[in-house]
């Protein structure tokens, strides 16, 4: 099977430009939708899923395609990652929540995924028109130019993502105060927006614990690409079909082993779920 890479690219900024961009600190009154408590959803969401969905799935005949929004109305069909068939995977709007608001911190997410491995994976920002892209053992590109994670550093120096918001409560103080080893840890709401920077070298690592693969497949490969390291704290390496961390992002496999210690110390605490 051959991949148009490029075609997928035009499909993201197709998309952005006809769909998203238009809605963007546009939003009219019902244009916004709660799925769950604090799980919003626009109209923008809904209408780039709806014109990527057919689009993806005739670049590859026979393949599937698993979005958020059809996800969460319909949440059988993540048992099309167990198929033999690649599977398109789309987050139409990642960081619905800063969309919504009018920041800027989103971006469109797509990966392909055969037998619960990424193959390939698009991260778009829309606002900045930046397109990083990734294929399996292929390195990775922002918009042609080949990226790179950052230098290792010891624990104190590290800047990255971690969020406490999928942590149990009960866990959380213990947590953030490991964290303050570090020199500083942030979230921007939008994985796609933080994947971007870690491949890029302008962070260090970053740290999930709710690992749905329209978040987190194709940023995954993108930062792998990008020379890092990733895999679940126990050591598995990451899987579509795997949708609960911890999953950790590291320069270098010694940095991950430090970040690892250094904030699940204890072997139940790596656990998956």
């Known amino acids: 099977m051959i991949l148009d890479t490029d075609r997928v690219s035009d499909l993201l900024r197709e998309t952005a430009e006809q769909i998203i961009l238009p809605r963007f600190k546009r939003l009219e009154e019902g244009d916004t939708q709660e799925k769950g408590p604090g799980d919003l959803v626009t109209i923008a969401d809904l209408e780039s899923e709806k014109y990527l969905t ?9 393949s599937h395609v698993v979005g958020e929004e059809a996800a969460a109305a ?3 069909i993540l048992e ?8 398109w995977v789309i987050d139409p709007v990642d960081g619905t929540a800063n969309f919504a608001e009018g920041s800027e911190l989103f971006a469109v997410i797509v990966a392909l995924v055969q037998h619960g491995k990424v193959r390939a994976g698009w991260i778009y920002d829309p606002v900045r028109d930046r397109m990083a892209v990734a294929e399996a053992g292929e390195g990775a590109y922002l918009d042609d130019r080949r990226m790179h994670v950052a230098k290792p550093q ?13 942590v149990p409560k009960d866990e959380r103080p213990e947590v953030r105060a490991r964290a303050q080893n570090l020199r500083r840890f942030f979230s921007l709401g939008c994985a796609g927006q933080e994947y971007l920077q870690l491949a ?10 709710r690992i749905m693969p329209w978040d987190h497949a194709a940023g995954w ?17 990451y899987d579509a079909n795997i949708h609960a961390g911890p999953l950790l992002m590291a320069p270098d496999p010694d ?12 072997p139940a605490s790596r656990a998956l779920g």
Not at 54 to 62: D, F, K, Q, T, W
Not at 80 to 87: A, C, H
Not at 154 to 166: D, R
Not at 200 to 209: I, K, M, N, P, Q
Request: glycine share 10%; net charge negative.
């Open 74 to 76: 319909s949440p059988h």
């Open 221 to 237: 490969l993108i930062h792998r690409e990008a020379g890092g390291t990733g895999a679940f704290a126990d050591g598995t390496p």
């Open 255 to 266: 940095s991950w082993d430090a970040l690892r210690d250094l904030l699940f110390p204890d």
């Open 54 to 62: 057919p689009a993806l799935a005739r670049l590859i005949p026979g």
């Open 80 to 87: 099309l990652f167990r198929s033999d068939e690649p599977v």
């Open 200 to 209: 890029e070298g302008r962070t260090h690592f970053s740290v999930y614990r």
């Open 154 to 166: 010891k624990l104190a120096e590290m800047i990255g993502v971690l969020s406490l918001k999928f």
